[in-house]
């Protein structure tokens, strides 16, 4: 038990720790908070060596915590309705088979800023928003695609008697 928290708040620092470097990259994309998603290859790889639950509560802890330290109640609804849904459609098509490490970050990506579109849409009562999705999809592919192939990496670097 000691050596599973000890794991665990080493990849929650980490995805702490990355989540601010992500806050210091200016994207220019014209649109706010697009990010790259440095958090989630670290969420992937909990995924894949321990499972949904494990993943999913780091995701949430995570953003929570960087919430408080680096955004505002506003970014904590937003990334927890987006990383919430990552982590289920990842885990779910993790779970099905047939779907790489960059497949999975595809998927991921793109749920996560479905996820944040919604709950923009509910927030200001405009359906308009939702005009975004193209170029989310697109970008929230583009950075799938980056993050599914760091953590494909990682996952053959990283020894799986880690997690045990």
Same mark, same amino acid.
């Given at each position: 038990?000691?050596?599973?928290? *000890? ?19 200016? $994207?220019?994309? =014209? $649109? ?8 989630? %290859? ?15 509560? !780091? ?11 680096? %955004?505002? +109640? ?8 987006? =990383?919430? @849904? ?5 885990? @779910? ?9 960059? %497949?999975?970050?595809?998927? =991921?990506?793109?749920?996560? /800023? ?5 709950? *923009? ?13 193209? !170029? ?5 592919? !583009?950075? =799938? ?13 990283? +020894?799986? /008697?880690?997690?045990?």
């Amino acid at each position: 038990m000691t050596r599973r928290i *000890a794991v665990d708040g080493m990849f929650l620092t980490l995805a702490i720790v990355v989540s601010y470097i992500e806050v210091l990259l200016p $994207i220019p994309v =014209g $649109i706010p908070g697009v990010k790259i998603g440095l958090a989630n %290859g670290v969420i992937m790889v909990l995924l894949f060596f321990t499972g949904w639950k494990r993943a999913l509560f !780091i995701s949430v802890l995570r953003i929570l915590l960087a919430g408080m330290l680096f %955004g505002n +109640p506003m970014t904590i609804v937003y990334s927890l309705a987006g =990383g919430i @849904l990552s982590v289920f459609l990842m885990a @779910l098509l993790k779970k099905a088979g047939g779907f790489s490490a960059v %497949g999975l970050s595809v998927a =991921g990506g793109v749920a996560h /800023n479905l996820g944040q579109l919604s709950v *923009a849409v509910c927030l200001m009562e405009n359906v308009r928003i939702y005009y975004y999705a193209p !170029i989310l999809l697109v970008t929230g592919t !583009i950075a =799938g695609i980056a993050i599914g192939v760091l953590t494909a990496g990682l996952v053959k670097k990283v +020894p799986a /008697n880690l997690f045990q």
